[in-house]
Every structure is written in C-alpha cells, then in structure tokens.
C-alpha cells in the first residue's frame, strides 16, 4: 500500500499536502482500493469557506457512496476537472493526477496524521 512520507492524512482516510497556504486533498490509497472502481466525483463547494472536518462533496464507487471531508479549515477554490470525465484516475493515481480539490487555508487541520500515524489506524 502506498502511503507517501511527504503528505498527511485523516482518519477519514483523506490525504493532504500544504504548499504555502494552498492545500491539495484527495483520498488514501487504501480508501480508493475499499471503495473499489470510482464511477463519479461531486464536489459542489468550490468557492465556499469550509471547516475542517466538513463534508465538501462525495465519491461514488459501483456499489455505495463515500462523502469527502475537509482535512483543513479554507475556501474550497479549484475542483480537479479531469475527473469529471476520468474519475477512475482516483483508482489509478490517488496521490497525483487524481487530487480532487484544492483549498486556500485560513486554519489548521483538525488531528492531520503523518504516514507513520495513518498506517497505526489501518491496523
């Protein structure tokens, strides 16, 4: 299972990674190889101010609905397009071309985990 050092993770099995005050999010290597093949990504909440741990939009897989949550406090400001033809480039590249949004920070995340801490919650 691929879980990268450079980032950091939620229990809710998001991934994070901060650049200044823009943050990158999309969901775990595990959590995409749980949900199985992802057949829709709906995020409505571009343009919103979010706190962490708020729902900002959901993954659908074949068989069941996964909601998406917020791993900091910000405005949700970019939503990765390519998903909206591709969305199994979650599946296929969770950590890289298949991010999901991108968040201009204005607060801390909530208890954000580092790789080491992540993989202890996956037993």
Do not use: C, R
């Not at 969901?27 to 979010?50: K, N, R, S, W």
């Not at 659908?60 to 949700?76: F, H, I, N, Q, R």
């Not at 071309?97 to 909530?110: L, P, Q, R, T």
């Amino acid at each position: 299972m691929n879980i990268p050092a450079e980032l950091k993770y939620t229990k809710d099995h998001e991934w994070v990674k901060i650049e200044g005050n823009i943050a990158t999010v999309g969901i775990t290597d595990f959590a995409q190889g749980e949900l199985g093949d992802i057949v829709f990504v709906d995020v409505d909440t571009v343009d919103e101010e979010l706190s962490a741990g708020e729902v900002f939009g959901s993954v659908e897989a074949v068989k069941t609905v996964s909601d998406l949550y917020l791993p900091v406090s910000g405005k949700v400001i970019e939503f990765n397009e390519a998903l909206e033809d591709q969305p199994e480039l979650v599946n296929s590249d969770p950590y890289g071309e298949g991010w999901i949004i991108k968040i201009e920070v204005s607060g801390e995340g909530e208890e954000l985990l580092s790789s080491d801490e992540y993989q202890a919650t996956l037993g």
